[in-house]
C-alpha cells in the first residue's frame, strides 16, 4: 500500500520562525515558485553540518594515538595496532593513526580539507548520555546550564542576521529538531525533505491546504506566523528535486540514513535557499560489548560515517566551490574508557575525538594537547580533556559564521583560538 508522505503538523515545531518569514510567506501568495532564492553563496559565511555521534563513539580507535604505547597495556585485543602491521593504523601525523575503516577519509584529510581534534570534549564530570548530550547540544557544562533551554546553534541564529531570505535558517534531518538548534528561528524537523508535504489524501489536499491558510492568516502571532512558514516551507523546499539529485564528481552517497541526509544536505546546500545550520545525526555507537574495531560493529559505524563525509567532501567539492561555504562538525557526548573491559567493549568514558571538514578548514592536521595514556595521567580511567569543544565551536563560528556574540552562544565560557580555520 502507498502512503500520502506524511507532514506532522507540530506548531511548536514552528513557534520559533522569525516574522520576516511570515512576510515572506504571506506576500507569496503564489506559494513560492521555483525561484533564486539569495543564500550563503553570496556571503563570506558558511552552512554549518552538525554530525552528532549519538551513544559516545570510541575516538580511541577512530583515531588512535598508536605512538602512546600505553593503548596497548590498556587495550591488549582492541587497540588499533601501528601502521605496518595487519589492520594497522593509517598513519596521520607520525603519532596518531586512523583506524583502517576510516580510510574513505584519506584523500580529505590529504587535501587539507578535514583535521581532527583529540583529547577533546566537555570537561563535566557526568558519564551519562542524557546529559551529556544535553549539556554538549546546549553549549554549556552543569555549571552553566541553569535556565538554559536554547542550543549554542539557535543561540547563534538568535544574535546574527539570516543569510538568506529567512524563512529557512536550520534544518535538523531528523524526526524532531535537535537540541542544537533548539530556539533558533525558522529552525524545522524533516526527516525527509524530498517527501515534506501535508499528510492525507491528495484529492483533498489543495481543499485542506486552503482552509488552513485562511484560518491561520487570521490568527496573530505566533500560531498564524508557525502555520503560514510551514506551507512556505513546503513550498521552499518543493523547488528542489532531491529525488533526481546528481552528486558532484562521481560522489557515491552509502545506501543508509545516514548516507540519504548528507545527500539532502549537500542538496539543500547547493539550492541556495540561505541555510545556516544543518543537523545529520548517526546514532548506535554505545558498544559495551564485542567493539569489533576491526570487523564487526564498531568497524561498520565508522566505515559508514567515513564513506558519508567522504562523499560529501567529494560532492561539494564541485565547479562552483561549494566546499569553501561548507563547514562539518562531527562530534559525539562522550568517548570511552581507555581500558578494555571482559566483554571485548568499551564504558562510557570522557576524552574523545571530533572531526572537522570543510574549504577553509586547517586540515591536514590533528589538533592535541595530548595528555598521554600513562595511569597518572587518566581521569578517572578516562582519557583526560585538555581541549574544550566549545573552543572550536566559537572559532568556526565566529570566523565562518559571522557570530559576534560568543558570550551569549557559550554563557560562562571564554573560549581559546585552536587554529582550527584558514
Known amino acids: 500500500m502507498t502512503h500520502a508522505p506524511r507532514f506532522e503538523f507540530d506548531r511548536r515545531r514552528f513557534l520559533g520562525t522569525s516574522a520576516a518569514g511570515a512576510a515572506a510567506a504571506i506576500a507569496t501568495q503564489a506559494w513560492l515558485p521555483r525561484v533564486s532564492w539569495a543564500g550563503t553563496a553570496g556571503t563570506s559565511r558558511d552552512t554549518i553540518v552538525i554530525v552528532f555521534l549519538r551513544g559516545g563513539s570510541d575516538g580511541l580507535t577512530m583515531?588512535?594515538?598508536?605512538?602512546?604505547?600505553?593503548?596497548?597495556?590498556l587495550r591488549p585485543t582492541l587497540a588499533i595496532q601501528p601502521p605496518g602491521n595487519p589492520n594497522?593504523?593509517?598513519?596521520l601525523d607520525g603519532f596518531f593513526g586512523f583506524a583502517p575503516a576510516?580510510?574513505?577519509?584519506?584523500?580529505?584529510?590529504?587535501?587539507?580539507?578535514?583535521?581532527?581534534?583529540?583529547?577533546?570534549?566537555?570537561?563535566?564530570?557526568?558519564r551519562s548520555h542524557f546529559d551529556?548530550?544535553?549539556?554538549?547540544?546546549f553549549g554549556v557544562s552543569s555549571a552553566t546550564s541553569g535556565g538554559i533551554s536554547t542550543g549554542w546553534a539557535g543561540r547563534t541564529m538568535q544574535t546574527i542576521a539570516p543569510a538568506g531570505s529567512g524563512l529557512l535558517r536550520g534544518m535538523a534531518i531528523e524526526n524532531s529538531v535537535s537540541r542544537s538548534l533548539a530556539g533558533g528561528p525558522a529552525c524545522v524537523a524533516v526527516?525527509?525533505?524530498?517527501?515534506?508535504?501535508?499528510a492525507g489524501q491528495a484529492n483533498t489536499a489543495l481543499g485542506r491546504r486552503a482552509a488552513l491558510t485562511?484560518?491561520?492568516?487570521?490568527e496573530p502571532f505566533p500560531l498564524g506566523t508557525a502555520g503560514l512558514n510551514a506551507f512556505a516551507t513546503i513550498d521552499l523546499l518543493a523547488t528542489i528535486d532531491f529525488v533526481n539529485y546528481v552528486p558532484a564528481n562521481g560522489a557515491v552517497y552509502p545506501t543508509t540514513s545516514f548516507g540519504r541526509k548528507l545527500e539532502s544536505?549537500?542538496?539543500?546546500?547547493k539550492a541556495d535557499l540561505g541555510i545556516e545550520f544543518i543537523e545529520a545525526d548517526l546514532g548506535g555507537w554505545d558498544q559495551h560489548n564485542q567493539l569489533g574495531p576491526i570487523t564487526g560493529t564498531m568497524a561498520n559505524l565508522m566505515d559508514e560515517l567515513a564513506r558519508g563525509l567522504a562523499a560529501f567532501h567529494s560532492d561539494l567539492s564541485d565547479v562552483a566551490g561549494t566546499l569553501g561555504r561548507v563547514t562539518v562538525v562531527c562530534m559525539s557526548e562522550f568517548g570511552r574508557r581507555a581500558q578494555e573491559n571482559g566483554s571485548a567493549g568499551t564504558d562510557h568514558g570522557h576524552g574523545n575525538c571530533l572531526l572537522v571538514l570543510g574549504g577553509h578548514v586547517a586540515g591536514g592536521q590533528v589538533i592535541s594537547s595530548w595528555p598521554t595514556l600513562a595511569p597518572a595521567s587518566l581521569d578517572s580511567g578516562d582519557l583526560a580533556i585538555t581541549i574544550d569543544y566549545r573552543d572550536i565551536l566559537a572559532e568556526i563560528l565566529t570566523d565562518r559564521a559571522a557570530c559576534t556574540s560568543l558570550a551569549t552562544v557559550f554563557p560562562g565560557f571564554v573560549p581559546t583560538d585552536r587554529g582550527i580555520t584558514t
Open 63 to 73: 583515531c588512535a594515538p598508536y605512538a602512546d604505547l600505553n593503548l596497548y597495556t
Open 88 to 91: 594497522g593504523a593509517l598513519d
Open 102 to 126: 576510516m580510510a574513505p577519509l584519506m584523500p580529505a584529510y590529504q587535501a587539507g580539507n578535514l583535521a581532527v581534534v583529540h583529547a577533546t570534549g566537555l570537561m563535566d564530570p557526568s
Open 132 to 137: 551529556m548530550q544535553r549539556l554538549m547540544e
Open 191 to 198: 526527516p525527509d525533505p524530498a517527501n515534506f508535504a501535508l
Open 214 to 218: 485562511t484560518m491561520h492568516t487570521a
Open 265 to 269: 544536505a549537500a542538496a539543500l546546500i
